[in-house]
């Protein structure tokens, strides 16, 4: 009020030309004054980097005495799916925030134990990863975190198969499992195929009549000389299959055929197809000596899956160990199942 009273005194006794200059004065004074009021102040981007390390660096899970961060966390979410962290969503890293800890426990348990890596056994990882083409086919050094990811992983591989290397199935066992499931091991109805492919229905079906009373060799032969398809160099022979395993339009009509008849011509986005049932499977149990193997590798994974979930039941209790979702950088969601 102080203000608009002394430049009304003013306006009163000056003349136009200084009412004017005071009135722009005025206004100039409240657009300064309502904009400083309405102004907040920003954060630098160096105080937006620096609650950024903050953030990071807060711990998130300590087992006994080892601490781990956001950033640790954050580490191991990279060294499993790469640079795509930002498009998971909470779901998916409370997740992998559940495998994080249990690993963790695993690597306390093995530490705890002495188990150790050789120089040896961490050479012959890395070949054997690079061989099953787990990265690029340009060889690229490996940055430090993800080589500790990496030889984290395989001391827990080698402490987890220090504890259950004496796991086995018996004889009896797998007889008990083979009886109890023939189902699973009954194999269906499978046959034996051939095909000639053209590209044109006029050149396929020239081709069906040069086959008629053809023996299976010269089927081969034709199909050598004729067929565009893949398998012609083999004599046409496409493989064995159930059903289930070709395009339904496919399916039907060799499903259909017998023994060592030819089709009528076939229309499909391929082209055009001549088929040859060369040999019929009837549905047949496999041998308990052929499914013993397969039986066995299956009941000692089984065994060693519950082992290891019991055990990791004990760890979580037995171990001193804390968790801080409140810490975390996103919202973490329980596992209901």
């Known amino acids: ?131 099953e083409s787990w990265r690029d086919e340009v060889e690229e050094p490996l940055e430090e975190a993800e080589t500790h990811h990496l030889f984290d992983r395989l001391l827990i591989e080698k402490y987890t198969y220090e504890k259950v290397k004496g796991f086995d199935a018996s004889e009896e066992e797998i007889k008990e499992y083979y009886d109890l499931h023939k189902r699973d091991f009954l194999k269906p109805e499978r046959v034996e195929v051939s095909q000639i492919l053209l590209k044109t229905e006029d050149r396929a079906i020239d081709v069906l009549e040069k086959l008629k009373g053809a023996s299976a060799e010269d089927f081969q032969a034709i199909a ?21 395993q070709l395009p339904f339009e496919m399916e039907k009509v060799i499903f259909a055929l017998k023994e060592g008849k030819l089709s009528q011509v076939v229309e499909s986005s391929y082209g055009y197809h001549i088929f040859r049932l060369d040999k019929r499977h009837e549905a047949e149990l496999v041998p308990f000596e052929e499914a013993s193997t397969s039986i066995k590798v299956k009941l000692v994974d089984q065994r060693i899956k519950q082992f290891m979930s019991q055990h990791l039941q004990e760890l979580k209790e037995k171990t001193i160990w804390s968790f801080y979702p409140e810490n975390l950088s996103f919202p973490y969601q329980r596992n209901s199942s």
Not at 73 to 94: K, Q
Not at 111 to 116: A, V
Not at 227 to 236: H, Y
Request: contains cysteine; charged residues 30%.
């Open 224 to 244: 050598r000389d004729e067929s565009k398809g893949v398998e012609a160099s083999r004599g046409g022979k496409m493989g064995i299959f159930e059903m289930g």
């Open 1 to 131: 009020m102080l203000y608009t009273e002394l430049i009304l005194k003013k306006m009163k006794t000056s003349g136009l030309k200084t009412q004017a200059k005071l009135v722009t004065l005025w206004l100039a004074f409240l657009v300064f004054f309502l904009n400083c009021q309405g102004e907040k102040p920003q954060p630098s981007s160096q105080a937006q980097e620096i609650e950024d390390i903050q953030k990071r660096s807060i711990v998130i899970l300590k087992i006994e005495d080892v601490p781990y961060s956001n950033a640790d966390f954050e580490s191991y979410v990279r060294s499993m799916i790469g640079d795509e962290i930002d498009s998971l969503t909470p779901v998916s890293l409370s997740r992998l925030l559940d495998n994080f800890i249990e690993e963790k426990l695993l690597l306390h348990a093995a530490q705890k134990m002495d188990l150790s890596l050789t120089w040896e056994e961490k050479k012959q990882y890395l070949a054997k990863l690079r061989n």
